[in-house]
C-alpha cells in the first residue's frame, strides 16, 4: 500500500513533510542557470535543464530527511515537452533518492478519460498484447473532484492495483477557495464536508495496516478551523496540507489535521524550502551556491518547528 | 479576440461541430500501429508516433469541414514525455491547417499555479530578460473551477492579453457529474447554475464583436434540461458541448445550448469521428485504410444532423 510506505517512511525520518518541487525559473540561482543557457542556449531546453539541475542539487542535501517530494506539473509543463522531461527525469532522481513522488496535477476528467489519467501517472500503458509500459511513474497522484465519483473511481483502481495514492482537493489553501468550497446545501453542510464524506467513503477499500488510506485529501493550512472539522469527517485519510510557510500556514494550524496518533498529515513546503537561501532567515549564512545546504537547514528547522507543534498540543 | 475567430470559423464552414482527438491506440487502424512499431519499436516512441500519423490523416481529411479540434491531453499523457511531443505536434499540424485548437486539460490550481498553467498553454514562458517562448501553442484550454475566481483569473488575463480563451466546466456529461453539481445551496440554486453565474461575470471583459465571450462553459448533451436554464443563465457564454455520439447526446439534445442567433455553442464528437471506420453506418463502405475518408463522412452526416436539428427547433 502506497499509504504504509508513506506512513514508515515519516516515520524513519520523523519528519512528516513534503517539500514541493515547483520550479521558479527566478528560484534557481544564477550561476545553475547561466551554464544550461551556455549549454543549451536560451530556450525552453535550457530552463528546462537549469530547473533539473537544480532539482537535483536540491534532492542530493534533502532527500535523508523527508518522505516524499511533491513536483507541481504546471511549473513543468511551462517549459512545453523538454519540461515534460525534466519532470520526468525529476521524479526517476527523486525516487533513485528512495523518496515518494507525489505529482501535484490535479487532474480530473469523465470516467474513460480519467482511466488514461491514471495509466499516465499511476498505472500501465498498454501498448501490444502484453507489453505495457510505464509513462510517468509516480508514487501519488493530486485529483480533483468537480465530476464526482465515476472522474475519481479509475485512480482508486490504479490505488489498489499498482500500491498507489491519491489525494482529492477538498479545501484548498488559496484565498476564493470558498467562493464554490464553502457553499452550504439545503441539508446545511458545506462542499467541503460533502466532499470529505465522498473522499472517506471512496478510501475504504484501499486501507493500510496503519488504519489509513491511499485515499488522501488535500486541506490548506490557511484554513485551521475548516481543517480540525475535517479531520473528524475523514478519519482515514491522509491530508496532504498545503499553505505552510510562504502562504501563511504556521506549524500550529498545520496540527489540527493531524490525528492524535501523530500521524494522519504530511504537511508540504515549496517556495521557502527551494527559496531559503535567499530567505531573511538563512541568506546571511548562504550563498546562491550554497542554496542546497539552505534549503536543507529550512527543511530541518521545519521539521522541529512541526514535530515541537506537534508535541505540545 | 479568440472567440471571434471561433464564430467566423464556424460560419465560414457552416459546422458548429468540434473533433476531440483523443486517440486510443485501439482507436488507430493496425496498419498505422504496425507501422510505428516497426519503426520505433513497441515502446512509448513507437505508441505515440502511432497517434500522431493518425491524428495527421484525420486533420487532413476533415480540416477544411471543421473549425476547431480538441486534443485530450490524457491521451497523449498516458504514453509519458513521446505523448507530450505528440500532442505538441498535432497543434502545430492542425495550426497549420487553419484549425483552432482547444486543449482538453481541465486545469486547476491556486493562483500562481494557475498562472504557470496558464503560461504552459495560452500564455509565454519568459526565459531570460526579453526572450520567451511559446510552451503549448494552443487557442483555448478547458479549466476546472474547484478553487474558485484566483485559479481561473490568470487564464482570462491571458484570454485579454494573447487573443485566447478558455471554458469552464460547468455541468460535465458524465453519469456522477450531479454527485457534486447537482447539490442545492440554500438559496436554492444548484452548484451548476452559480458556476455559470461566475462564469458569466468572468467573461464580461473578454468580450469580442459577435457579444460572445472568450471566457466559455462546457455544458454536457446528456443534460439538455439543464443546458436550457444554463443557456438562460449565460448569455454571452460560448458553450462546448461534449456528449454527442458515443456518449448518447443527440443533436436535438445540443440545440438547447444554442441561441436563436444559431450561435452560443460547439458540439464536440470524438470517438465517433475517430472511429467511423468501425461503426455500424461506415464500415461496410470504409475499410481501415479508408479510416480518414469514413471521418471525414461522419463529420458531414454530423453537421447535417445539428444544422438540421438547428433549422427544425
Redesign the interface.
Known amino acids: 500500500m502506497f499509504i504504509d510506505r508513506l506512513i514508515e517512511s515519516i516515520k524513519e525520518k520523523n519528519n512528516p513533510t513534503v517539500v514541493g518541487l515547483?520550479p521558479?525559473?527566478e528560484y534557481v540561482p544564477a550561476f545553475i542557470?547561466e551554464k544550461a543557457?551556455k549549454e543549451y542556449g536560451?530556450?525552453?531546453k535550457?530552463?528546462a535543464q537549469a530547473i533539473l539541475q537544480f532539482n537535483k542539487q536540491l534532492l542530493d542535501a534533502v532527500h535523508d530527511q523527508i518522505p516524499a517530494v511533491k513536483p507541481?506539473l504546471?511549473?513543468y509543463?511551462?517549459?512545453?515537452?523538454e519540461?515534460?522531461?525534466a519532470f520526468?527525469e525529476t521524479c526517476k532522481y527523486a525516487k533513485s533518492k528512495g523518496l515518494l513522488v507525489i505529482a501535484?496535477g490535479?487532474?480530473?476528467?469523465?470516467?474513460t478519460?480519467?482511466e488514461?489519467?491514471s495509466?499516465?501517472?499511476l498505472g500501465e500503458?498498454?501498448?501490444?498484447n502484453e507489453?505495457k509500459?510505464?509513462?510517468?511513474d509516480v508514487d501519488a497522484l493530486t485529483v480533483?473532484?468537480?465530476?464526482?465519483?465515476?472522474?475519481i473511481k479509475p485512480f482508486i483502481d490504479d490505488c489498489a492495483r499498482h500500491q498507489k495514492g491519491i489525494f482529492v482537493?477538498v479545501k484548498?489553501?488559496?484565498?476564493?477557495?470558498?467562493?464554490?468550497?464553502d457553499?452550504?446545501?439545503?441539508d446545511?453542510r458545506s462542499?467541503y464536508e460533502?466532499?470529505a464524506s465522498?473522499v472517506n467513503e471512496w478510501g475504504k477499500n484501499v486501507k493500510g495496516q496503519y488504519g489509513y488510506s491511499s485515499v488522501g485529501a488535500v486541506v490548506g493550512a490557511t484554513y485551521p478551523n475548516q481543517a480540525k472539522l475535517l479531520r473528524s469527517i475523514m478519519k482515514h485519510a491522509y491530508i496532504l496540507v498545503?499553505g505552510y510557510g510562504a502562504q501563511g500556514g504556521t506549524a500550529r494550524d498545520c496540527v489540527n489535521s493531524f490525528n492524535p496518533d501523530g500521524l494522519g498529515a504530511i504537511v508540504n513546503a515549496s517556495r521557502s524550502v527551494m527559496c531559503a537561501y535567499t530567505s531573511e532567515s538563512w541568506k546571511d549564512q548562504y550563498s546562491p551556491e550554497g542554496f542546497a545546504d539552505a534549503a536543507r537547514a529550512e527543511v530541518i528547522r521545519m521539521k522541529e518547528d512541526l514535530n515541537n507543534a506537534l508535541a505540545q498540543r
Do not use: H, W
Request: proline share 3%; with cysteine.
Open positions: 515547483d521558479k525559473l542557470r543557457f536560451v530556450t525552453l535550457g530552463a507541481q504546471a511549473y509543463e511551462m517549459y512545453g515537452t519540461g515534460m522531461i520526468d501535484d490535479k487532474r480530473n476528467d469523465i470516467g478519460t480519467a488514461a489519467y495509466k499516465a501517472f500503458t498498454v501498448l501490444e507489453i509500459e510505464k509513462a510517468f480533483s473532484p468537480y465530476l464526482g465519483v465515476d472522474g482537493l484548498t489553501s488559496n484565498k476564493s477557495s470558498g467562493q464554490l468550497q457553499l452550504v446545501t439545503q446545511c462542499i460533502i466532499m465522498y498545503p
